[in-house]
């Protein structure tokens, strides 16, 4: 590992995948405070979606890329909201679900 001031210097590659996992747990949050606000729990809601909780509480947590997109519909539906899935190509943007 290359080292700079005793700090580890990551190569672009490391700091992008280390930005998507932030950006997933900044997603995530998002469902676990709705959730939070209308004073659920996560077995509540794993129940009303019939999934298990660890499976909500991995989604909360930002494991996004684990989460299938049915799940991440049923979570957002439990809470009482409605989703959509775009597919964006830079220069134009297609919603899929």
Do not use: W
Request: hydrophobic content about 35%; proline content about 4%.
């Amino acid at each position: 590992m290359t080292r700079a001031a005793g700090l580890p210097v990551r190569s672009p590659e490391e700091r992008q995948a280390a930005k998507e996992r932030l950006l997933a747990e900044v997603r995530a949050y998002r469902p676990a405070g709705i959730r939070r606000e209308q004073e659920l729990t996560r077995r509540e809601i794993a129940d009303s979606m019939g999934v298990s909780t660890p499976r909500i509480s991995a989604t909360e947590h930002g494991a996004i890329d684990r989460t299938e997109v049915a799940t991440l519909c049923s979570c957002v539906r439990a809470l009482g909201g409605q989703s959509r899935v775009d597919a964006d190509f830079g220069d134009t943007r297609y919603t899929v679900a």
